[in-house]
């Protein structure tokens, strides 16, 4: 009988199994399982699996620092016995894991060994602790694949499982970290991978687009359809299908292969390294709360339409906005499209789609020149159309994960809430610019300075047409006081405090017939009525305007013009 060092590592240990099989309710709780302890059962299967690979697969330096020498011999000797005949069970006869060893010292070393593993934290720490085990492993020959650590000492807990995988995690092909959870040690079960294809859209959500797309020192994204192979990525998460079911589930064109080319550029970048674990967040996110949106619904509904609103209204409504407007509208069907399907508008209705590089150039312009008027409308119409085919849902919708989640992680993109609105209308210059000074200016990049001006539509036109669109929704009131009451467009800027420019302009754009200047006041008919209001019933000029609806220095005006020169056929009463 060898003795061992009192209270030290495997005292301690024996004492922790005493009090595991010999206490009524023992305290099985650890960090490593969360908040739900595992039962006895559970914990010795730990035990047992972890202490089979310690015998099999460690070598004498990798527990001398707290074994004993005595011991340590002991154990030597012990694996250098060949496997009895009797007890060969398997294929791998020479191996010390098919049975209980007949050494104390083999137990103790297993056990000792295995437990300050288990107490060694949570699942990443766990993983930490065991990547001395699990690179013995894989030294040996034997590929220590996550899904292969059930064949040690039967079925592993969930939480050591999450832990063996993280151990390799850097061992692993990008996908197979995906598929296993390793960037975060999350332990659940796989997914339903169609179930999460409904919460999703087929390219990622513009936010995390942004933040999770890689670019190069141009300030292009390294993979063409890049917000598309990244929703792909999410979607493999925990999952066990293939790749082009993933993309058909989704409903997508991408190939395989381009979303391993993408994962692979993530590994290999220093500022991608945090992109994998918040692709496992987001997917973890849609596990636990799902989505309000059925993506899946409205490609059904959506996915084959062509026509989203009508012509002639935005048609309307440019000529009312824009000095040079686009007689097309379809940049506003992608857009609509686009924003009821989350799918990129290159999928859309033939007649519709962007199917060349130029239109999809086009179209992204589009989206970061809106106007706030037109950005308006296409909300309120894409609004109507949910309600018009039964849809209870908001119209877009970003997950929105835990601030503290980011701490740490190299992101290729920029947080895209780090600007506030505010401050891209201050510097967004009047007429055209260029977003790449305008990107400049903000201190951020080209692809977030575009993301900005979708997301929050800026009215940059000239001042004249700025003007114009501020009148808009007085340009009814404007009509009637210049057809029907006669009054000039010097009047009607009086009385609307605006320009006589923006009161011609808005009166232009919407057909009124312009008169000619020079010839008699157009107010001249309402001087009867005047004269007889101010010599008959000695009303004062303030009285008289707010009777017929003429400033007072209008009115002043019209009887000074009368006492110089009296219109023809202008009678008293």
């Known amino acids: 009988m060898l003795p061992i060092e009192p209270d030290g590592p495997l005292e301690r240990a024996q004492q922790f199994m005493d009090a595991l099989l010999h206490t009524s309710a023992p305290d099985t709780s ?10 006895v059962f559970q914990l010795l299967s730990d035990v047992k699996a972890l202490a089979s ?53 083999a137990i103790a070393v297993g056990v000792t060994a295995a437990m300050r593993i288990l107490q060694a934290g949570d699942v990443r720490g766990v993983g930490d602790a065991a990547r001395w085990l699990t690179d013995r492993v894989a030294a040996s020959g034997r590929a220590p694949y996550p899904a292969s650590y059930t064949h040690w000492g039967g079925g592993l807990s969930p939480a050591l499982t999450a832990a063996l995988r993280c151990s390799r995690e850097h061992h692993l092909l ?59 990525a999410c979607l493999m998460v925990g999952s066990r299908t293939s790749i082009t079911a993933a993309i058909r589930a989704l409903g997508g064109t991408v190939i395989a292969h381009a979303v391993s080319d993408l994962l692979a550029t993530l590994t290999s970048r220093s500022d991608c390294t945090g992109v994998l674990r918040v692709l496992t967040l987001l997917a973890d ?17 959506f996915g084959s339409r062509s026509t989203f609103i009508d012509a002639r209204q935005w048609q309307t409504l440019q000529k009312r906005l824009r000095s040079n407007s686009e007689c097309s509208p379809l940049h506003a069907q992608r857009w609509l499209f686009h924003t ?44 109507q159309l949910l309600v018009k085919e039964g849809i209870d849902e908001p119209l877009t919708w970003t997950p929105e994960l835990p601030g503290n989640s980011f701490d740490g992680l190299a992101l290729p993109g920029p947080d895209p809430d780090s600007l506030m609105p505010e401050q891209l209308h201050q510097l967004v210059p009047r007429g055209d610019f260029s977003i790449a000074q305008l990107a ?8 977030h300075a575009r993301y900005l001006l979708a997301q929050h539509p800026v009215d940059w036109s000239p001042p004249r047409y700025c003007q114009t669109q501020a009148t808009t929704e007085r ?5 009637t006081w210049y057809e029907e009451a006669g009054l000039s467009m010097d009047v009607i800027a009086d009385r609307a405090q605006v320009s006589r420019a923006a009161v011609r302009i ?23 009525e005047i004269l007889h209001r101010r010599q008959e019933l000695r009303q004062s000029f303030s009285r008289i305007s707010a009777d017929i609806g003429l400033s007072a220095t209008t009115i002043r005006n019209m009887l000074d013009r009368h006492k110089r020169s009296p219109p023809r056929r202008l009678t008293r009463p």
């Open 285 to 301: 996110h849609l596990d636990d709360h799902g989505s309000p949106i059925d993506y899946a619904r409205r490609r059904a509904v």
């Open 30 to 39: 650890m960090p490593l399982y969360g908040e739900t302890a595992p039962s």
């Open 440 to 447: 400049k200016r903000l201190g951020t990049t080209t692809a």
């Open 174 to 232: 990008p996908l197979a970290r995906l598929r296993h959870r390793t960037p975060t040690g999350v332990v659940k079960p796989p997914c339903d991978t169609t179930t999460r294809a409904k919460a999703m859209p087929v390219g990622l959500w513009p936010a995390w687009a942004l933040r999770l797309t890689p670019y190069t020192p141009g300030g292009l994204p390294t993979k063409a359809r890049a917000a598309e192979l990244l929703s792909v």
């Open 475 to 479: 340009v009814i009131q404007w009509k």
């Open 53 to 105: 690979m310690v015998l099999n697969y460690s070598i004498r330096r990798d527990f001398s620092p707290w074994c004993p020498p005595e011991v340590a011999n002991r154990l030597d000797n012990y694996r250098a016995t060949p496997v009895p005949r009797s007890q060969r069970r398997s294929q791998r006869a020479d191996r010390h894991s098919t049975y209980a060893p007949t050494d104390a010292a």
């Open 340 to 383: 009821l399907t989350g799918t990129p508008p290159h999928l859309a209705n033939p007649a519709i789609a962007t199917a060349t590089g130029p239109q999809r150039a086009q179209y992204q312009r589009f989206c970061w020149r809106i106007l706030p008027a037109e950005h308006q409308l296409l909300q309120q119409t894409a609004q």
């Open 506 to 528: 808005a009166l232009s754009k919407h057909g009124v017939a312009i008169r000619r200047s020079g010839g008699r006041p157009a107010y001249d008919h309402r001087l009867p």
